[in-house]
């Protein structure tokens, strides 16, 4: 009989399955915590304001009555999408950055695994 399906080979599997499902129940929780954390992201010094979730999703979009009574439909529609973008970006790196923290070697600064 081969040696690879020893006591210890198969051990040695279960624990790496084991470590694999938590590393997947830790990374759930991150995902289901991402989505309440919000960020903020704002354009046309400040005149259209968005609040975007981990989740990608857009939770709030607030415009400045005075943007609203110019009258200017290509302007308010350009600041509308730079303010989306803006918040799309920055909750991207909100979610790597959460991401990154799953990382085990995420405090070592290894040359080609983030930390370079």
Request: no cysteine; aromatic share 0%.
């Given at each position: 009989m081969s040696d690879e399906f020893d006591d210890k080979g198969i051990g040695g599997l279960a624990g790496l399955f084991k470590q694999a499902q938590e590393l997947q129940g830790r990374f759930k929780r991150m995902q289901e915590e991402a989505g309440e954390k919000?960020?903020?992201?704002?354009?046309?010094?400040?005149?259209?304001?968005?609040?975007?979730?981990?989740?990608?999703?857009?939770r709030k979009l607030e415009i400045d009555p005075?943007?609203?009574a110019a009258n200017d439909q290509a302007m308010l529609q350009d600041l509308i999408v730079a303010a989306i973008n803006d918040g799309l970006r920055r909750a991207q790196e909100l979610v790597t950055s959460e991401i990154g923290k799953l990382n085990p070697f995420a405090n070592l600064k290894i040359?080609?695994?983030g930390g370079d």
């Open positions: 919000t960020v903020e992201a704002s354009a046309g010094g400040g005149m259209v304001r968005v609040v975007v979730d981990g989740l990608m999703r857009v005075v943007l609203i040359p080609g695994m």
